[in-house]
């Protein structure tokens, strides 16, 4: 989309509405050129979303799509309810079709607004918390807006016309629910600019479904054709939304400062307390209402339910939290490719067996080893060979693991082994055993490979007293078996280290 569209689109709306405002004013809101504005103003915006739609992605063409159906829709009731004077010249109908595509309309408005926030835990509590607030709303709208304004028509019983007229202001109330939920929202998939709009556009829708209600619909008063204009410019905002959402930069964040998220915060934790709030001071004015009860009885358990879906999602991330700090930990400490210890981690357990072995008298060992001809493997075969090869090398060892004992990758084909309440016995028994172990065959893929083990032995406190002094005379003691041919074990010789 080139960057000119926008401004150009925009440019187009603010001249429109200024016609429309100025038509209004001369006019004072009665005139066929407002009613063939009112069907043009949807219209308009319809040829400006068209086109873009198809750069829309995801999730978010399903809202849109649904945006265009309404946009339909509205334009289709302008035209009816138009068409009541151009054409057959009679008063306006207290329900005619185009109050049901414009309830349809609102309808499809709550089903858009509801693709912004499904789905995720997060939308889930969100939603929860402001269920609340939704009930005590729709307590207050009920007991000082609605039941007052339709206090005769209880007495007198309810048609069809008032039936459908108070579904308004209940499809107002849920609209604004869900766009206070989209706004809290953390998850934010859509640019600033497309967020500014689509706020603007639906408020401006429930301002003026509500000034309609109130004041056409419930005191009678001749205002219609000024309330017009809020349709208008809410078709615009959301035209204007869909192109920003249609650029390249429909992924930006909408970065927030810290401050603001704070606030976010405490206005999230304490919506169902306000809701609380709310109905228990009505219910003090007048305690015998039925609905106020059970309004009140339904925010308690929402309450509740609330803190036990926070302590059970408090107990699922203390639980993700211990086992990420623990495989953290454990990627830290193993080697990568082998998942045997690391270097860093193998000094660490052979100074701590020392320090025990001291204060214990007794012995440790350590092992140190590489593969023989290694390096041939790698050259002929390749790296993916070698590192295979290593892997069944670390499986293998695993397969000879005993108490007390430990193995290690220092790097390259390099390993060792620390062994604590060792014996000179005992030790040379299993560096015989891996010895012989890592010398079968190995077969990987289509390869069969051959390596053999030389193994060099100390042992503390016969050879060195320092886990330095030992590595080094194991790693002396392992040039010693390769000289004599490989595949086999050798001890540092007697007080190396002494």
Same mark, same amino acid.
Not at 455 to 471: M, Q, R, S
Not at 477 to 488: I, L, N, P, W
């Given at each position: 989309m080139n960057a000119r569209s926008r401004p150009n689109a925009l440019v187009l709306f603010i001249v429109f509405l200024c016609f429309q405002f100025f038509e209004m004013i001369r006019t004072g809101g009665n005139s066929d050129?407002?009613?063939?504005?009112?069907?043009?103003?949807?219209?308009?915006?319809?040829?400006?979303?068209?086109?873009?739609?198809? /750069?829309?992605?995801?999730?978010?063409?399903?809202?849109?799509?649904?945006?265009?159906?309404?946009?339909?829709?509205?334009?289709?009731?302008?035209?009816?309810?138009?068409?009541?004077?151009?054409?057959?010249?009679?008063?306006?109908?207290?329900?005619?079709?185009?109050?049901?595509?414009? @309830?349809?309309q609102s309808g499809l408005l709550v089903a858009a607004m509801a693709q912004l926030v499904r789905g995720g835990k997060e939308r889930f509590r969100l939603v929860t918390d402001s269920l609340s607030l939704l009930v005590s709303l729709l307590v207050v709208s009920w007991e000082f807006v609605i039941r007052p304004a339709y206090a005769n028509a209880w007495t007198e019983g309810i048609d069809l016309s008032v039936a459908v007229n108070m579904l308004y202001p209940i499809a107002d109330a849920l609209m604004l629910f869900i766009l206070f939920i989209w706004v809290l929202n953390s998850d934010r998939q859509y640019s600033r600019s497309a967020r500014v709009y689509i706020v603007l556009a639906f408020l401006l829708y429930i301002a003026g479904d509500t000034a309609y209600w109130l004041f056409v619909d419930i005191r009678e008063l001749d205002i219609e054709g000024y309330l017009d204009a809020c349709w208008s410019v809410g078709a615009?905002?959301?035209?204007?939304?869909?192109?920003?959402e249609a650029a390249d930069t429909r992924n930006a964040a909408w970065n927030e400062p810290t401050q603001h998220n704070r606030v976010v915060q405490m206005i999230k934790f304490g919506m169902p307390y306000l809701g609380l709030l709310i109905v228990t001071f009505i219910i003090l004015i007048d305690r015998m209402n039925p609905f106020i009860q059970y309004a009140l009885l339904f925010i308690v358990v929402l309450i509740i339910f609330r803190q036990v879906l926070f302590f059970?999602?408090?107990?699922?991330?203390?639980? /993700?939290?211990?086992?990420?700090?623990?495989?953290?930990?454990?990627?830290?400490?193993?080697?990568?490719?082998?998942?045997?210890?690391? /270097?860093?981690?193998?000094?660490?357990? @052979?100074?701590?067996?020392?320090?025990?072995?001291?204060?214990?008298?007794?012995?440790?060992?350590?092992?140190?080893?590489?593969?023989?001809?290694?390096?041939?493997?790698?050259?002929?075969?390749?790296?993916?060979?070698?590192?295979? +090869?290593?892997?069944?090398?670390?499986?293998?060892? /695993?397969?000879?693991?005993?108490?007390?004992?430990?193995?290690?990758?220092?790097?390259?084909?390099?390993?060792?082994?620390?062994?604590?309440?060792a014996t000179r016995e005992r030790v040379g028994r299993l560096a015989v055993a891996i010895a012989a172990r890592l010398s079968e065959p190995y077969r990987m893929?289509?390869?069969?490979?051959?390596?053999?083990?030389?193994?060099?032995?100390?042992?503390?406190?016969?050879?060195?007293? @320092?886990?330095?002094? +030992?590595?080094? @005379?194991?790693?002396?003691?392992?040039?010693?078996?390769?000289?004599?041919?490989?595949?086999?074990?050798?001890?540092?010789?007697?007080?190396?280290?002494?």
């Open positions: 050129l407002l009613y063939v504005m009112n069907i043009v103003a949807p219209a308009l915006a319809i040829a400006v979303m068209i086109p873009v739609l198809k /750069r829309v992605q995801g999730a978010s063409r399903r809202f849109w799509r649904l945006i265009v159906i309404t946009l339909v829709l509205e334009m289709l009731a302008q035209s009816i309810w138009a068409a009541s004077d151009w054409i057959w010249q009679m008063p306006k109908p207290e329900l005619s079709a185009a109050d049901v595509l414009w @309830l349809l615009f905002a959301l035209a204007m939304a869909c192109k920003h059970a999602e408090r107990e699922r991330l203390h639980e /993700r939290l211990q086992s990420t700090l623990a495989m953290t930990e454990f990627v830290a400490r193993h080697d990568g490719l082998t998942g045997l210890l690391n /270097r860093k981690s193998f000094l660490e357990k @052979l100074e701590a067996s020392i320090n025990e072995a001291a204060r214990s008298e007794e012995q440790v060992a350590v092992c140190y080893f590489d593969l023989d001809r290694f390096k041939p493997v790698n050259d002929q075969y390749g790296h993916r060979a070698g590192d295979l +090869l290593l892997q069944a090398v670390a499986d293998r060892l /695993r397969g000879l693991q005993e108490e007390n004992v430990t193995f290690a990758r220092l790097g390259g084909d390099e390993f060792a082994l620390v062994m604590e309440k893929e289509e390869l069969e490979l051959h390596v053999s083990s030389s193994i060099g032995v100390a042992l503390y406190p016969d050879h060195a007293v @320092l886990p330095a002094e +030992l590595i080094q @005379l194991a790693d002396a003691a392992m040039y010693m078996a390769k000289r004599e041919g490989g595949c086999r074990a050798v001890f540092a010789p007697a007080h190396e280290g002494g």
